[in-house]
């Protein structure tokens, strides 16, 4: 399950550097630039939400051997 979690945590990053091209910083609420943007937003709450899912399966697993 780690293994799987990094390999989605390195592919939202991946979008996140993908959108971070595709935004025009001059007019960052029109056109694509609105779109890049809200992948970005997406991709960060995708990467924090993989963080909270691993934090709390070490929890678990740390529960379980006690």
């Given at each position: 399950m780690k293994v799987f979690?990094?390999?989605l945590i390195l592919i939202a990053v991946g979008l996140i550097i993908f959108n971070l091209t595709l935004l025009?910083?001059?007019k960052p609420f029109e056109g694509n630039s609105l779109v890049a943007l809200i992948g970005i937003v997406a991709s960060f709450c995708a990467v924090f939400i993989?963080?909270?899912?691993?934090?709390?399966k070490k929890i678990e697993d740390q529960l379980k051997k006690q």
């Open positions: 979690t990094t390999i025009d910083f001059e993989l963080l909270i899912f691993r934090m709390s």
